[in-house]
């Protein structure tokens, strides 16, 4: 996109009314001859679509990086999980040993 570009045009015998365009001294589009003008459109077509290139990488790469930080979110996610049902397998299996104290303890008592 960093890419200049500069007409030029210079008036001679075979070419008369044609124009010089520089960044001061700009082309006049109205005697400009037919292939200089279809020159200049082919140019600024080119450089357009250099520019829509661009803006599709840059579309597919912003896609692409949401795709990974989803992805991110996702791996975070499904290790919080798989820590806590790992906690609640160790909480369950307290739990049962302490049912099984209970049942223990009024055994005891009967």
Do not use: H, W
């Not at 200049?4 to 001679?12: N, P």
């Not at 044609?18 to 001061?24: E, F, G, L």
């Not at 840059?58 to 919080?80: L, P, S």
């Amino acid at each position: 996109m960093g890419e200049t570009y500069t007409y030029t045009y210079t008036e001679d015998e075979e070419t008369p009314g044609a124009s010089q365009d520089t960044p001061i001294l700009r082309a006049n589009v109205l005697t400009m001859q037919v292939d200089e003008l279809d020159a200049m459109i082919a140019n600024i077509r080119e450089r357009r679509l250099r520019r829509v290139e661009q803006l599709k990488i840059i579309a597919q790469t912003n896609t692409e990086r949401a795709t990974i930080d989803a992805r991110a979110k996702f791996d975070k996610a499904i290790a919080r999980a798989r820590l806590l049902l790992a906690k609640a397998e160790v909480a369950e299996q307290a739990a049962v040993e302490a049912i099984n104290k209970c049942r223990g303890v009024a055994l005891d008592l009967e």
